[in-house]
């Protein structure tokens, strides 16, 4: 067999379908070998190793099967990059793979020469190179295990082009695959059941206890087990921006997301003064604590974690109890314990909340009815998710950094237990989400794939709109068009800095250059126009379709963070919040 065969021959025998990627002068070799099997594992060509990347990223995230994305040598490993670091942070499986210079070609200046195994390190949980075909099945196995045990994330694979087309004889290898490591979490733990007990006996002792539930709550598909537990003992829960859509928006005890970008005050409030809290699946970081200052009443000595990765646990706050495991499991098995805790006991500390979380919303119904032009972000929420409820199917929804994320996080109403909601927060680059709904597509076909993105984002993977057409993906693409990289001009104004400079570019025509490149589109310059384009699109399904909404900038008008709130001397709790401009 040819290294190349062995290598495709592993890849089907894991289970993968789809493999992304970008030809170059090193992977004809694996292009040869992917092409006899068509028919088990498909090549998806992206326009950009970037691209290829995020789409393997949404894969992995709307899946539990990790996402595969390939690229040849030099440039093509660099641009692969950004993603791989994004999954990684996310703890998203991915596997790269690079397929390099031959190997008798390494120190002697040829063309496109990398050290890509020492590039990837710091971004990834392995990497390595292949210095032997015969090892091409072991290492395989290796990256598959690391991808998908313990805490999941991106592994790298250095693969010389002369690996793959060396000959092996079949009877000096083993091509056995690990059949737990084809999905994620392979190889799931559970702490002892005393720790378990532990915890309920905190939270029996709780008057204001509250659940936090993190991404680690979606990654781990236990959104429905975090809220039984949450109705079994009548807790109210909160969620962190990655966590959205562990719990229907619309439950009694889904209070709303807390953290920095994109929050509910009353939610923050909830943290606040909550005398236990109960976080899973969150590491408990700079957005979740805006930098830990907030809460402002310390969180030490009244939370505990439940995290698959003991690295985290009391990293920022002196916990009361630190519990290591796989959070499905882990909450499957504080289901099938019993304890004494009085649900009532805990009806007039939702009913506080409630009260809360209902004066918020009743003043938000203003914004988001605002009809004014430019369209405000609030509003074009609003017209999306009442686009969304009407369509009466579930989506696999990717958002960019920028316009799409306070706004979304803030308004955006999940309650569809099938639905998926994914923005990535590591490193919050932008660039993801046009490209991701190709990954989401190949992840469930079954569910309309929507990107969400502003312009900045889209000049930076505009060429994806090929892709779409060329595959035919039914993906609803919304640009927040405003001309501008709103969210540092906003940066630049929340210091003062009114003359913000570099910051601003020409508008893109979105309507006309989606139809260029095939797609149908809209453009929105009014709420009418927008839910006329959004009614439009989500019954369209011959491809993919693109609305070009027009809306006002971040820049203008303070965004709902509350890092920037509090710098503008704003109670970001407020429940009534007034409108701010910058000037």
Not at 104 to 110: A, F, H, L, M, T
Not at 307 to 330: F, H, K, T, W
Not at 441 to 457: H, T
Not at 513 to 528: P, Q
Request: hydrophobic share 40%.
């Amino acid at each position: 067999m040819r290294g190349a065969d062995i290598l495709v021959e592993m890849l089907v025998g894991y289970g993968v379908d789809t493999i992304f990627g970008v030809p170059g002068d090193t992977n004809v070799p694996l292009y040869e070998a992917l092409q006899h099997r068509e028919d088990e594992i498909r090549h998806v060509m992206a326009r950009d190793e970037r691209s290829a990347g995020y789409m393997a990223d949404a894969y992995g995230r709307f899946t539990n099967r990790p996402g595969v994305f390939e690229c040849p040598s030099g440039a093509g490993a660099m641009y692969s990059l950004p993603p791989v670091a994004e999954s990684n942070g996310s703890s998203v499986p991915v596997i790269l793979l690079t397929i390099d210079i031959p190997l008798p070609g390494e120190g002697r200046g040829v063309l496109t020469e990398l050290d890509c195994a020492k590039l990837f390190e710091p971004v990834t949980k392995l990497s390595v190179q292949v210095k032997s075909p015969e090892k091409l099945p072991e290492i395989v196995r290796r990256a598959f295990r690391v991808a998908c045990s313990g805490k999941p994330g991106a592994v790298h694979l250095q693969i010389p082009e002369d690996m793959l087309l060396a000959e092996v004889d079949p009877a000096r290898i083993s091509l056995h695959v690990e059949e737990e490591c084809r999905t994620f979490p392979a190889y799931p733990t559970l702490p002892p059941r005393a720790k378990l007990e532990d915890l309920l006996k905190l939270l029996a002792k709780a008057e204001r206890p509250l659940i936090v539930a993190g991404g680690g709550v979606n990654r781990a598909r236990a959104g429905d087990r975090i809220t039984e537990l949450a109705e079994k003992y009548n807790v109210p829960m909160c969620t962190t921006m990655t966590g959205q859509g562990a719990i229907d928006d619309d439950h009694r005890l889904a209070i709303g997301v807390i953290g920095d970008n994109g929050f509910h005050p009353h939610a923050n409030w909830a943290l606040e003064h909550s005398d236990f809290t109960l976080f899973v699946g969150s590491r408990i970081g700079s957005v979740v604590t805006i930098g830990w200052t907030f809460p402002r009443i310390t969180l030490n000595r009244r939370l505990a974690q439940i995290d698959i990765s003991p690295e985290i646990m009391a990293n920022n706050y002196e916990n009361l109890l630190s519990i290591q495991g796989d959070a499905l499991l882990v909450l499957e098995e504080l289901l099938s314990l019993d304890a004494a805790i009085e649900p009532a006991r805990h009806d007039a500390w939702i009913d506080e909340l409630n009260s809360r979380r209902k004066v918020f919303w009743d003043h938000a119904e203003e914004a988001l009815r605002d009809e004014r032009v430019p369209l405000r972000p609030e509003r074009a929420v609003r017209a999306f998710n009442e686009a969304l409820q009407a369509s009466g199917k579930p989506a696999l929804i990717y958002s960019d950094a920028g316009t799409p994320t306070p706004y979304m996080t803030r308004f955006l109403k999940i309650n569809d237990r099938e639905t998926r909601f994914a923005i990535p927060r590591a490193f919050g680059g932008l660039g993801s989400a046009l490209p991701a709904t190709v990954g989401a597509w190949r992840a469930d076909p079954s569910k309309r794939p929507i990107g969400l993105f502003g312009d900045g984002s889209f000049g930076m993977t505009v060429g994806e709109l090929e892709t779409l057409v060329r595959l035919q993906v039914p993906a609803i693409l919304v640009l927040f068009n405003n001309g501008t990289f709103g969210w540092i001009k906003g940066l630049h104004r929340l210091k003062g800095h009114n003359q913000c400079f570099g910051v601003d570019f020409l508008a893109p025509r979105g309507q006309a250059i989606a139809e260029a490149y095939g797609l149908k589109a809209w453009t929105a310059r009014t709420a009418a126009q927008l839910d006329e384009a959004l009614a439009g699109a989500f019954a369209h399904r011959d491809g993919p379709c693109f609305i070009d909404v027009h809306v006002e900038s971040i820049a203008d008008r303070v965004p709902p963070v509350y890092s920037w709130l509090l710098k503008r001397g704003e109670d970001p709790l407020d429940l009534r919040p007034a409108e701010k401009a910058y000037l």
